[in-house]
C-alpha cells in the first residue's frame, strides 16, 4: 500500500529555534494535514490543506506555524520559534477526494520533535 | 464544538476473551474512524464507516457505527497478545473544504496471556 513518508523521524531543536518538518503525501491524494500526539495524549488536528491553500487550523496553529506545499510532492510544516510545549510526534496525513467512497486519512511515521 | 469520548480509556484482557471498546461523539456525524496505534508508531487504519448501521469486519476486530445514537463500538473477539495497542476512535469534523478528525483519548489495551 502507498505510504505518506515524513523526515526527520527524530529533530532535537534549541527552545526559540526554527524547525521545518517535511512529509511526502500519497501522489494522487488531493487533502492534505498536519496533527500532533503529546507524548501519552490524543491526536490533535493543526491543519488542512487544499488546493495550495489552507482550508482550516485549530486553536493550536498559531502564528508561529506555517505550512507549504513548495513543489509537487513536498508539504512542510515551519514552526517558527520553537516552545517546549512544542515537543510531540507530529503525524502528516493524506487522504483522496471527499467523494471516494472509501476515504481513508492514512498518517505518516511521524516527527518526534523534542525542543529543550 | 465535537467531542469525542472513548471507553474504556484502559483495558486489560486475557487471551480468548471478548470485549467491546466503545465510542460516543457528541454532534452529527456520518463518518468514524478507528485507528490502531503500537508504542511509538503511527496510527494505522483499521475501519472507516461511512453511514449509520455500518459494519465492518477484519480477523478479530469488528466496527460498527449507530449515527442515531452517535456511538460506534469495536468489538474484539478471542483476543491474542498481538492485539495489544492502543485504539483510537476519530470522528469526522465537518468544517472548511474537507472536514478534520477529532480523536477521542485511545483505549490502552493490553492482552495477557
Known amino acids: 500500500e502507498p505510504e505518506v513518508t515524513q523526515t526527520p523521524s527524530h529533530q532535537v531543536t534549541q527552545m526559540g529555534q526554527e524547525v521545518i518538518l517535511r512529509c511526502v503525501p500519497i501522489?494522487?491524494?488531493?487533502?492534505f494535514y498536519w496533527y500532533r500526539q503529546i507524548l501519552g495524549q490524543k491526536v490533535e488536528f493543526l491543519v488542512s490543506?487544499?488546493?495550495?491553500?489552507?482550508?482550516?487550523k485549530s486553536e493550536i496553529f498559531d502564528d508561529q506555524f506555517s505550512v507549504e506545499r513548495p513543489d509537487g510532492s513536498n508539504f512542510t510544516l515551519k514552526i517558527r520559534s520553537t516552545k517546549l510545549e512544542d515537543s510531540a510526534m507530529y503525524f502528516c496525513a493524506s487522504s483522496e477526494p471527499k467523494a471516494a467512497t472509501n476515504e481513508k486519512l492514512l498518517f505518516g511515521s511521524g516527527t518526534q520533535l523534542s525542543v529543550l | 464544538e465535537l467531542k469525542v469520548e472513548q471507553n474504556p480509556l484502559f483495558l486489560s484482557m486475557q487471551e480468548g476473551k471478548n470485549y467491546t471498546i466503545y465510542c460516543n461523539y457528541s454532534t452529527t456525524s456520518d463518518r468514524l474512524y478507528w485507528y490502531r496505534q503500537d508504542p511509538g508508531k503511527s496510527l494505522e487504519s483499521l475501519f472507516v464507516?461511512?453511514?449509520?448501521?455500518a459494519v465492518k469486519q477484519e480477523g478479530r476486530l469488528m466496527a460498527s457505527l449507530d449515527t442515531k445514537a452517535r456511538l460506534s463500538t469495536l468489538h474484539i473477539t478471542a483476543a491474542v497478545h498481538d492485539l495489544s495497542a492502543t485504539y483510537f476512535c476519530?470522528?469526522?469534523?465537518?468544517?472548511?473544504?474537507?472536514?478534520?478528525?477529532?480523536f477521542g483519548k485511545g483505549t490502552k489495551l493490553s492482552v495477557k496471556p
Open positions: 476519530a470522528v469526522l469534523n465537518y468544517g472548511g473544504s474537507q472536514g478534520n478528525l477529532i
Open positions: 490543506f487544499y488546493n495550495n491553500e489552507i482550508s482550516e
Open positions: 501522489s494522487n491524494h488531493l487533502y
Open positions: 464507516l461511512l453511514s449509520n448501521g
